[in-house]
């Protein structure tokens, strides 16, 4: 596994116990449709969370900075042919992020939980 697929792996695993540690519960990790991958999948009460993970070193930018409009309308996508294949409700789901900055030594500098991100129109 290269550098940079270990750190994206890393930032997954933070994201995931995050969410789980704010009440949420993983549904899926790296849910492949047709139109693209969903880094985690999370049940949220009645609601379902298609999370977006992205991590940062902190010498290129905050990883939150790196989320743009075409890759919202791509997630929403994929959130709609998931719950399509699963049977899910779409009026019961939303699109998040979490977004993950890495300091020194490897470490976690920051980390922040957005919810229900507002996707742009076409």
Not at 2 to 30: K, Q, S
Not at 41 to 55: L, M, N, P, S, W
Request: glycine share 8%; net charge negative.
């Amino acid at each position: 596994m290269n550098r940079r697929r270990e750190l994206g792996a890393f930032g997954e695993r933070v994201a995931a116990h995050r969410l789980e540690a704010a009440g949420l519960e993983i549904v899926d990790r790296n849910a492949r449709t047709a139109s693209g991958e969903i880094d985690l999948v999370a049940r949220d009460g009645e609601d379902v969370a298609f999370v977006e993970v992205r991590t940062r070193r902190a010498d290129r930018g905050t990883a939150a900075e790196s989320l743009d409009d075409r890759k919202l309308r791509r997630m929403w996508r994929c959130a709609m042919e998931y719950c399509e294949a699963q049977g899910l409700d779409p009026e019961r789901v939303r699109i998040d992020l979490v977004s993950l900055d890495i300091g020194a030594r490897d470490s976690v500098a920051h980390i922040e939980h957005f919810r229900g991100l507002e996707i742009p129109d076409e």
